[in-house]
């Protein structure tokens, strides 16, 4: 039986990630800081399932503080490396320093242990790296360019993986999601907010028209990319991890709303700093090396993200 260590276990996608292994009949150990940058209990529930499983090993830890524990890293066929700040608008100013701890500092660290221990390391990368990408869709070999703190730390992140492998022979694999959603959604992301909003009957603030799209994969799609990255993926090798649903902030609020049979009370509001106006993800690269395609467009996803709040139930599926 194989174990892996997931860092960021307890988040949005390394909590579904842990779920994907357990399943799979993997063990595997978990190590999560419980950050501040959104409510414990959130994290408390998305790992809750997995906690009942002998399977399953929690280690609450600060990777920015300390490496792995050696009990961490005993017997385990890899690392998939999760634990990170995420979210562009919190990662300027005052915000910034813990965006250098969570993803700085403990990427550095995670790299020495994986490396000492000759272990794979699966890095969650981000297509903010690119920025304003200068081409659409972005290939892996554009220059990336990021437009915020947050990511200017996630090309320090994929910079320091190559250091570590060109030094240490660390082996290792970058993947640059595109904008993941799904059920346990960051509450801090758009769709979360939005399903928040649809529920309470509250207003929600878009920033900016509500023109920018995102390429949006579904958290089991990013998750099955992260897995046969550990199986399949090239020694210091760079993947997009693309959904190619690509759709505007006011498209994605029309296929909620007609999902969910409800009308979203809109207030725009100005640009965020640090919002890259489109991205969409050249996957070429990964589907043809790893096999990977995404399963799930947007609308289905959306309508489980629905389903998943237990409040509304979605268009085209009854409860009865
Ligand atoms: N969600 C997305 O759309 C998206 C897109 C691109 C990249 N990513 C990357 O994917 C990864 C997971 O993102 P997510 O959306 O699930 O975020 P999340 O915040 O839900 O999960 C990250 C987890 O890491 C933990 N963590 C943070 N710093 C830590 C530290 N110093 N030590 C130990 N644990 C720590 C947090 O407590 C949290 O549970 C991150 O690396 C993120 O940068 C996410």
Redesign the pocket.
């Known amino acids: 039986m194989s174990r892996y260590l997931v860092?960021?276990c307890?988040?949005?996608?390394?909590s579904t990630l842990v779920d994907a292994l357990l399943a799979d009949g993997c063990e595997v150990v978990g190590?999560?800081?419980?950050?501040d940058?959104?409510p414990r209990d959130r994290?408390d529930a998305a790992i809750a399932a997995a906690r009942s499983d002998p399977a399953f090993e929690l280690i609450e830890?600060?990777?920015?503080e300390a490496p792995p524990p050696p009990a961490a890293l005993e017997g385990v066929a890899g690392i998939f490396h999760?634990?990170?700040?995420?979210g562009v608008r919190a990662s300027w100013g005052a915000g910034f320093e813990p965006y250098l701890?969570?993803n700085a500092l403990?990427t550095h660290l995670v790299a020495e242990s994986a490396a000492d221990r000759g272990l794979r390391l699966v890095f969650?990368?981000?297509?903010?790296v690119y920025g304003d990408a200068l081409a659409h869709p972005t290939s892996e070999d554009a220059p990336p360019a990021p437009v915020s703190p947050y990511g200017v730390t996630?090309l320090t992140c994929e910079h320091l993986l190559g250091a570590h492998s060109r030094n240490f022979g660390l082996d290792y694999v970058a993947l640059r999601?595109?904008?993941?959603y799904g059920p346990r959604q960051?509450p801090d992301?758009a769709f979360a907010r939005i399903i928040e909003a649809l529920v309470a009957g509250s207003p929600f603030e878009v920033y900016g028209d509500g023109r920018q799209s995102r390429d949006f994969t579904f958290v089991q799609d990013a998750v099955a990319a992260t897995i046969a990255a550990m199986h399949k993926g090239a020694s210091a090798a760079t993947y997009n991890v693309g959904g190619g649903s690509e759709a505007t902030l006011r498209e994605s609020v029309a296929i909620l709303e007609e999902l969910s049979d409800r009308t979203l009370d809109v207030r725009y509001t100005k640009e965020a700093a640090g919002d890259v106006r489109r991205t969409l993800a050249d996957t070429r690269r990964i589907r043809g090396e790893l096999g990977w395609e995404p399963a799930v467009e947007l609308r289905a996803g959306l309508a489980s993200m629905l389903e998943a709040t237990g409040a509304i139930v979605p268009a085209g599926r009854d409860n009865g």
């Open positions: 860092t960021g307890a988040g949005f996608i390394g190590i999560d800081g419980f950050t940058y959104y994290k830890h600060d990777l920015g999760l634990a990170a700040r995420p701890h969570d403990a969650a990368s981000s297509s903010s996630k999601y595109f904008t993941v960051r992301m």
